[in-house]
């Protein structure tokens, strides 16, 4: 066997690695990143991989391995000190870290962004509540940042004028915040119960008020209708992708509205399969009228 087929079996290895991570954890977002096409779909899943490790880390997985709190912080300090590494180097003995580092390097990711990303995640370890200002360097860091990372992925081999760029940047902000509020409110007994958390600034979520629920939907409604003006301007091979997440975030924020406040601390909220594959179809039949230049 040639000596580059060794390496190029163990890059499909790790491809298939990360993916498995991501299938494993969200049903959801697996389904999604179907529509995109497959270099794209190959990278998002491989950046997607990663931030659920690290997510793992902060989540309670280390701790649940017998480690103390100042092991978890050592554990997430390593890691992202790998992650910053992974792109120098062409082989790495994790797979997801592997298939991370080929992504970061045909995407030329931001460190700066991967360190606001491993910021917020190690807020998780040291603060259970926030005010206006943690919560938005929280939510740039652990969704926004993400949002612009996906969207440098989107936009290899695709380029785009400066204006257009910025309005991408800004609707990838506005949609990962809002994929993270979305969460927030749909894990509401976990972070409360289990991780002790409470994000939103003050709301007190174990006994949230149907007027709290109902500005944080009309809040995330609003970035996800921010979001959803700039499709169009991607490139057709992330089109239908982003569709289809937008608009099952959005099923899933109308249930989370359709639901009384007091409910949503006692249970998650999940949109049926047949409603998603529904969503998704409709998006791909969307998608195509936009690549013909019609929404």
């Known amino acids: 066997m ?3 087929d060794y390496l190029n079996r163990y ?3 790790a491809v298939k690695a990360a993916h498995k991570v991501i299938s494993s954890y969200s049903t959801s977002f697996s389904l999604a990143t179907g529509l995109l096409s497959p270099s794209v779909r190959r ?3 491989n950046l997607y991989a990663m931030v659920r490790i690290a997510d793992e880390i902060v989540d309670g997985t280390v701790e649940a391995a017998g480690a103390s709190h100042r092991e978890c912080e050592q554990v997430l300090d390593d890691y992202e000190a790998a992650v910053l590494a992974a792109p120098a180097q062409r082989f790495h003995v994790d797979p997801v870290l592997h298939a991370y580092a ?3 390097r045909r995407c030329d990711f931001d460190p700066a962004h991967v360190r606001a990303f491993f910021a917020s995640m190690r807020r998780d370890l040291t603060q259970s509540s ?3 200002g943690s919560f938005d360097e929280y939510v740039y860091g652990s969704a926004e940042v993400i949002g612009l990372l996906c969207l440098q992925a989107f936009l290899v081999d695709h380029p ?3 204006a257009e760029r910025r309005r991408l940047e800004a609707g990838a902000r506005s949609l990962g915040s809002a994929f993270q509020k979305v969460n927030f409110l749909r894990d509401l007994r976990e972070d409360a119960g289990v991780l002790g958390r409470s994000y939103f600034p003050g709301v007190d979520i174990t006994s949230l008020t ?3 629920k109902s500005r944080l939907v009309a809040e995330i409604r609003g970035e996800l209708a921010d979001a959803a003006a700039v499709i169009p301007l991607l490139p057709p091979t992330a089109r239908a992708g982003v569709l289809a997440a937008t608009n099952l975030f959005a099923e899933l924020n109308e249930r989370i509205d359709a639901t009384p406040a007091a409910e949503l601390a006692r249970r998650r909220i999940s949109v049926p399969r047949r409603t998603k594959a529904a969503i998704l179809a ?3 039949a969307r998608s195509s009228r936009m690549k013909e230049g019609r929404s």
Do not use: G, L, N, S
Request: glycine share 0%.
């Open 210 to 212: 149907e007027d709290d």
């Open 130 to 132: 926030h005010d206006q």
């Open 43 to 45: 990278d998002i899943r």
């Open 102 to 104: 080929q992504t970061a």
């Open 282 to 284: 409709k998006a791909v």
């Open 160 to 162: 785009v004028t400066d």
């Open 2 to 4: 040639p000596e580059f």
């Open 11 to 13: 890059d499909r290895m």
